[in-house]
């Protein structure tokens, strides 16, 4: 039986509350904890787990955990006090190893059952010190509930432990569900696994609705919060407000769009709603998810579209020297106060010359998790922002751009390489005290795989040293020996460690959870469940009516019909006649997904049309080469590596066969899900598709209401990208303008209704 006292639990409640006493009475929360309202402390839920040792200790009629189990209350424990003080507090209590262990997120692993979490978890949460955690791709045969009951499972481990910190579980953006593929293996792709979270549409589709719309934009993150707590999370990593210059963009999908002040406003609305907070740099947040704004300043111009994940898509490209526009749409965003950040990986290029086609950047070519000017005059200065940075995951492994061995040439590391080899080039900032790069050692062990791999530990030191020098505060995935290594080598001192550590720790007092961690498991699919209207009006108030020859919106005696969605028989409750032959139909509904980019970069990236090869880059003059200089150079035969290339030329395929089997006067309805924008190949007669719908996001009852406007229903969106003539306009087009491809077949702000 768990001890439970629940005095308050949500915002209203907080905002409802008026001090007692006379008119005079200081309301002033000034120098007081979170829970201060009106001048007075209000008694927030605290819980403990039964069989953890710790227990509530009553004092002055306010209750507070014992969370070290020593009788007392500890100013990291008294929630009356400031977040600083109570940080500076359990900083003074914690070691060395505890201390490293808030400075990295885990990739978490476990078993979601009910059964209690194993032994070799607990002696892996006891060695380990984590506390962040990123639970990613789980699988699907789970509930909400499932999930809530596992993770009170793991806060009830480390409660039982020493000072009973808690634990905090993030996740990537979870809620986006797409049209997977059409025909026989029509679906709908959820992101990221996470079974319960409710399908709404990718966050891309946010950026459809009206620009005025930030309210609703507020809404519907204060239900992804909602949804996230229900799972047991109480961070994201999101929202992901990159503006999208480059259209060719994989991660485009998760973005808000490609216009930068829209961008830059929703998503503080989104962060706002996330937080549930005006400004969660300056309250607290406990009914809230805290919110990690990526990637700042904007993964959105990658070269070639590819993506920074890997070496071949390392640079984001500014030819049009709007790079300013990027920084405004943050600086919007910071307004609402994420309590994180998460810098992009990539190598920021700016000062374009056309005529010698080079680059004179005034950024240090490294990744921007590193780039000084970056992290500290526009993110903290600039922008005026002063939160917990977390790192992209790998930033201290194969990311680490322009701070790489190989930078230094090192280009083969195996156990007998001598660093003191005069070809080699080492760094020329290693600390006093530190090894020089000449005495660096390499290593050899075995990956979780089994695998021989060789390490050279003080590289990874170094890289710690310039990630802290650079103001990073924790990094994605690693371990806490990262930090303590890099103190055995003298990179950094143990002191070096407060800083970071106690900006996490002032995240988490902000979310509450060293006063309740818990969720209750019982409400947690209901949760969920009670979303589930408003996630199917947001998939139609998302979808685009991009054009419309005098078709839409049918209705039941329009004709025969033929659809090929994903679910069997729904056709029938909409037509009048419907047909499975699209010869026979007077309307054919055509279900396609647009051709997906590449996430981790091919060393060209993905293009726009269904159909079209992809081309190798050329990093001397920054642009792709052509058919015949991948042919002449021999690399055309790399390039159907593009995994993607066979589905999408699938779909291309069912188009024009749509076309081709048109009857005379029959009508072709084309609704696309975008992932990111597409362009129509060249042997596709757009001519001939009567009506263009573009989606992100719905279900084929969503889709089918939309094209009927059943209950009166209207649509509104407008098209949040260009949508391109050809691959030669977008590969012309600079990747930091926005929607400036010469050809256009529908501008951005495109917007039909019936």
Not at 30 to 46: A, L, N, T
Not at 57 to 63: A, E, I, N, P
Not at 263 to 285: D, H, M, P, R
Not at 408 to 434: H, K
């Amino acid at each position: 039986m768990k001890q439970i006292l629940v005095l308050l639990l949500s915002l209203s409640l907080f905002a409802a509350f008026t001090a007692c006493g006379d008119d005079e009475k200081d309301k002033s929360c000034e120098g007081k904890g979170i829970y201060c309202v009106d001048g007075e402390d209000v008694q927030p839920s605290v819980q403990v787990a039964d069989g953890s040792g710790k227990s509530i200790l009553t004092v002055d009629d306010k209750q507070y955990r014992d969370l070290n189990a020593n009788g007392e209350v500890d100013a990291y424990e008294d929630w009356t006090l400031p977040v600083e003080e109570r940080a500076a507090d359990l900083l003074a209590k914690m070691s060395k190893e505890q201390k490293a262990g808030l400075l990295y997120e885990t990739s978490f692993a476990g078993s979601i059952s009910d059964v209690d979490i194993t032994d070799d978890l607990k002696t892996s949460l006891a060695t380990s010190q984590a506390r962040v955690a990123l639970f990613r791709n789980p699988g699907t045969a789970y509930s909400a509930a499932d999930m809530t009951t596992y993770i009170n499972k793991v806060q009830a481990y480390v409660e039982s432990q020493g000072l009973g910190i808690p634990f905090v579980f993030c996740c990537d953006p979870s809620t986006g569900t797409g049209f997977s593929a059409a025909g026989a293996d029509a679906g709908y792709a959820k992101k990221n696994d996470m079974a319960p979270m409710g399908d709404w549409p990718f966050m891309l589709g946010l950026a459809a609705l009206d620009e005025n719309e930030t309210d609703k934009v507020r809404e519907i993150a204060s239900m992804h919060a909602e949804e996230y707590k229900a799972c047991g999370f109480r961070m994201l990593l999101g929202p992901q407000s990159d503006p999208i210059g480059e259209l060719r963009w994989a991660r485009s999908y998760d973005t808000l769009g490609a216009d930068p002040v829209k961008a830059g406003k929703f998503a503080k609305a989104y962060v706002q709603g996330l937080q549930q907070t005006e400004n969660g740099a300056s309250g607290q947040l406990v009914p809230g998810v805290a919110a990690v704004l990526k990637h700042f300043p904007g993964g959105g111009t990658n070269m070639g579209g590819m993506d920074s994940h890997k070496s071949a898509g390392r640079y984001a490209l500014f030819k049009g020297g709007n790079f300013d526009a990027f920084v405004e749409s943050y600086k919007k965003t910071f307004e609402a106060g994420p309590l994180g950040c998460m810098p992009c990986y990539s190598i920021y290029m700016t000062n374009w010359d056309e005529t010698t086609r080079t680059f004179n950047t005034q950024f240090e070519e490294v990744a921007s998790s590193y780039e000084m000017t970056l992290m500290w005059d526009y993110l903290r200065e600039e922008c005026e922002w002063d939160g917990v940075i977390s790192s992209d995951w790998g930033v201290l492994g194969s990311s680490a751009y322009g701070l790489l061995l190989s930078d230094f040439g090192v280009t083969t590391v195996e156990a007998d390489t001598d660093l003191s080899d005069p070809s080699y080039t080492g760094p020329t900032d290693i600390p006093d005290g530190a090894p020089a790069f000449t005495e660096w050692s390499v290593t050899e062990g075995y990956d979780r795989r089994g695998n021989l791999v060789y390490s050279i530990p003080q590289h990874q030191s170094y890289l710690i040293y310039k990630y802290l020098q650079a103001g990073g505060h924790q990094v994605g995935n690693g371990s806490y020996t990262m930090w303590l290594n890099a103190i055995d080598h003298n990179f950094i001192s143990e002191a070096d460690l407060d800083y970071p550590a106690g900006k996490v720790l002032e995240m988490m007092f902000k979310l509450g959870v060293f006063e309740n961690p818990y969720r209750d498991a019982s409400a947690a699919n209901a949760i969920i469940t009670a979303n589930a209207d408003a996630r199917k009006q947001i998939m139609k108030e998302t979808t685009v009516l991009v054009k419309n020859e005098n078709v839409l919106p049918l209705s039941a005696t329009s004709g025969t019909v033929y659809f090929n969605g994903v679910e069997d028989g729904l056709i029938d409750s909409f037509a009048g006649t419907t047909t499975t032959t699209m010869s026979e139909a007077d309307y054919i509904i055509l279900r396609v997904t647009g051709r997906h980019g590449t996430y981790s970069g091919i060393a060209g990236g993905v293009p726009l049309s269904f159909e079209a090869n992809v081309y190798s880059y050329n990093y001397d003059e920054w642009r792709h080469y052509t058919a015949a200089e991948n042919e002449a150079t021999g690399t055309d035969s790399y390039l159907v590596s593009d995994s993607t290339q066979a589905a999408s030329i699938a779909q291309a395929q069912l188009i024009k066969d749509a076309i081709s089997a048109k009857k005379s006067g029959a009508k072709l309805i084309l609704c696309v899900f975008a992932p990111r924008s597409f362009v129509f190949d060249a042997d596709i007669d757009v001519s001939k598709i009567d009506a263009l719908i573009v989606e992100f996001g719905i279900y084929d009852e969503q889709l089918l209401e939309f094209i009927y406007g059943t209950d009166g229903f209207k649509p509104s969106a407008k098209l949040p990208f260009c949508i391109p003539a050809s691959d030669e306009d977008v590969e012309a087009a600079y990747e930091d303008l926005f929607n400036d491809e010469a050809n256009q077949l529908f501008e951005y702000g495109t917007s039909l209704t019936y």
